[in-house]
């Protein structure tokens, strides 16, 4: 057992390159899921009755279903209908949206448990319109919505793990092929979630900092 | 058509039934862990607390590959269905562990006091004041844990579970048309969480009538 | 029937000294409680007369002194903490009632009475019932056993706390600023609750604002002030004749 840490540092490399994919995967998940999910509890909030109920049915939907599931989707059945993505994008994609629906539910959530005081008295200030917007709706939808999209990242970390099924080279995938390769089932996997452990430890200690400073705002 | 429903179906079946045993074991498992937490029982408590921490990190996956193929190597071999019912108990416990600390922790001081100043021992203080008011407070959260929980699930594909996505992308393989199993599961996934959810409704109904009668 | 030369003193206090952190809350605290006696502490707040009265059961355990029911030591065996089981023995011979009821919420008024006479001192449930009903009749909620505790006015719930505090036939009753919490209009309810119990001879220690109550139901008075029993007599001696002037500042302010 221990001579398989010995296999597993020796190809250190390749579970280095597999944690930069995560990382990459989970990063540019993280930018497009909030920018989507934005558009989306934008889109729930809209005085249109049908674009606020269609968009919420499918957020509702998306939220019932396992990621593998959607990822499954987008890989094997978008090129039935003529829509044909390599495994990387499929992936990519896949988490995207998915988690771009539950950004969206944190958003609508910060919307909608905004102080009011604070709105009101930036009126009073003078403030209005996208001003008003900027420097102190946006303040204040972000610090509460931060640490809860800071959770989200790490089950977005999480879900890039489902990717090494359709083949996507990040870290469970590499664990999983090593181990194959040398037999080192323990040692492989157990670094890998080693690795996962410090990124998580990383994030969440991340989000209590953008709690403090939310903190710190509020009692100022 | 027939034949690929019944494969669904079966898939179905066995998402259901893995994902029921392990919520079976891992809401006790979970409650276990949080109390040898909330007594500080000295140095379980922080095996358990590093324990917790690393499970939470864990993909549901990766936690399925090493206990399938690490575990043999230590001696003991499991058939794929045990091993994704440990999996998934290892996993669920975990969060269930957070949640039920959350429980405990925010429960009243006050009413452990009157427990402890009529004499009541700690055992028996939690199982009259403090589980029959903790299980109720807790449920919303355990059920939205079993909903991740089944979210989950198709992470066992990876040890040979045919589950509900596994036999849906079997079919869509077969029949060069994925889509339709695809949608089909999908459906029978919100089914799977609307029953959850259902029953939730159910108990919080029954707790609330019984509250209220006076 | 028990004709008594000597009172036989029921709880008794030696040198209580507690510390939270660096702040010394109690300071050598001693005093004596005969039996049938009712006492009543009274002080500014921060004095330190909860923390008493919680040392007194151990839900507070001081760091040196000792308190003795019955001449028996209490929490105490052989110079270490108790065993819960042992510690758990002697806190169902004091019963308290809390300044926040403390009641539980899930069970019912009679549920809360029964609670500990059938799970901690194991009658059967019939008698504890029987005895329970009883109870929460001679406090006036005869028609309240089987309503659960939310539905009840501040006052009901205390009067309930005090049934669930006789139902386990105490020693002593432990009162925590029994009426702390109350509306001024209800207070009432409860002060004739507990003087009736007084002048039925039970042994109460009382923590309380109450000035009215500690004149007209209490046989001795301890003033406390910044971690000590400044004062300790009789309460015609105490409200009319303060001896000291930390006790005369707090009834001037206290008392019009």
Avoid at chain 3, 48 to 64: A, H, M, V, W, Y
Wanted: proline letters at 5%.
């Amino acid at each position: 057992m221990i001579a398989g840490f010995g296999i597993v540092a020796a190809h250190f490399r390749e579970f280095a390159a597999g944690l930069a994919n995560t990382l990459w995967l989970a990063g540019a998940t993280l930018v497009l899921a909030s920018v989507l999910g934005c558009i989306l509890a934008a889109l729930m909030l809209s005085r249109t009755r049908f674009v606020r109920t269609s968009i919420g049915l499918f957020v509702d939907a998306m939220r019932c279903v396992p990621f593998l599931l959607l990822a499954y989707l987008v890989y094997y059945g978008l090129p039935e209908l003529g829509i044909r993505f390599d495994s990387w994008s499929s992936g990519l994609s896949a988490l995207a949206v998915y988690h771009a629906c539950y950004v969206a539910e944190i958003v609508r959530g910060a919307w909608s448990h905004l102080p009011r005081e604070q709105i009101e008295a930036g009126r009073a200030y003078g403030f209005s319109g996208y001003a008003l917007f900027r420097r102190v709706v946006l303040p204040q939808l972000f610090f509460a919505a931060a640490p809860l999209i800071g959770n989200q990242t790490v089950y977005i970390i999480k879900d890039t793990a489902f990717l090494m099924i359709i083949t996507v080279p990040e870290l469970t995938f590499v664990a999983s092929s090593i181990q194959a390769t040398y037999f080192v089932p323990f040692a492989s996997f157990m670094f890998a979630m080693a690795l996962y452990w410090i990124v998580t430890l990383v994030v969440e200690a991340s989000v209590r900092r953008i709690e403090a400073a939310a903190e710190t705002r509020r009692a100022g | 058509m027939g034949a690929s429903l019944a494969l669904l179906l079966k898939g179905a079946a066995v998402t259901a039934s893995v994902s029921a045993a392990a919520i079976a074991l891992g809401v006790p498992l979970g409650l276990a862990l949080a109390l040898i937490r909330w007594r500080r029982v000295p140095l379980l408590s922080q095996v358990t607390a590093a324990y917790v921490s690393l499970i939470r990190a864990t993909p549901a996956i990766t936690l399925a590959l090493l206990i399938f193929f690490a575990l043999p190597t230590f001696g003991v071999a499991l058939d794929p269905t045990t091993a994704a019912v440990l999996t998934l108990t290892i996993n669920t416990s975990a969060f269930n562990c957070e949640i039920w600390r959350s429980a405990l922790i925010d429960f009243s001081r006050d009413q452990l006091d009157a427990a402890a100043a009529f004499g009541m021992r700690p055992g028996v203080a939690f199982r009259r004041i403090i589980f029959p008011q903790i299980w109720r407070t807790s449920l919303p959260a355990l059920v939205n844990e079993m909903t991740l929980l089944v979210k989950a699930s198709p992470a066992l594909a990876v040890i040979g579970i045919v589950d509900l996505t596994r036999a849906a992308s079997r079919i869509g393989a077969a029949t060069y048309k994925p889509l339709p199993p695809f949608i089909a599961a999908t459906v029978l996934y919100v089914a799977l969480v609307l029953v959850l959810v259902a029953v939730q409704r159910l108990v919080e109904a029954r707790v609330k009538r019984r509250l209220q009668a006076a | 029937m028990q004709a008594e030369d000597q009172p036989v003193v029921a709880v008794e206090a030696r040198g209580l000294c507690k510390r939270f952190g660096k702040l010394e809350v109690l300071k050598k605290v001693t005093f004596t409680v005969p039996r049938g006696t009712t006492v009543c502490i009274l002080g500014p707040s921060g004095s330190g007369k909860s923390t008493l009265l919680r040392c007194l059961n151990f839900l507070e355990q001081p760091d040196e002194g000792e308190v003795l029911l019955r001449g028996e030591r209490v929490g105490v065996k052989d110079g270490a903490l108790m065993k819960e089981r042992e510690l758990c023995a002697f806190r169902v011979r004091m019963a308290m009632v809390f300044q926040h009821f403390n009641l539980w919420p899930h069970l019912t008024a009679l549920g809360n009475v029964i609670e500990s006479p059938i799970h901690v001192l194991g009658r059967p449930r019939e008698t504890a019932v029987e005895d329970g009903r009883e109870l929460l009749r001679k406090v006036g909620l005869a028609d309240k056993t089987d309503v659960y505790p939310h539905t009840l006015s501040g006052g009901q719930k205390q009067r309930v706390a005090i049934a669930r505090a006789l139902a386990i036939n105490p020693e002593v009753l432990l009162f925590d600023e029994p009426t702390s919490s109350l509306d001024p209009e209800i207070v009432g309810e409860v002060l004739s609750v507990m003087k009736q119990l007084s002048s039925e001879g039970m042994t109460m220690i009382v923590v309380t604002h109450e000035m009215s109550f500690a004149h007209e139901a209490a046989d001795a008075v301890l003033f406390m002030d910044g971690g000590r029993i400044v004062e300790s007599s009789a309460p015609d001696e105490f409200f009319a004749k303060p001896r000291t002037e930390r006790a005369r500042q707090f009834l001037q302010r206290y008392v019009r």
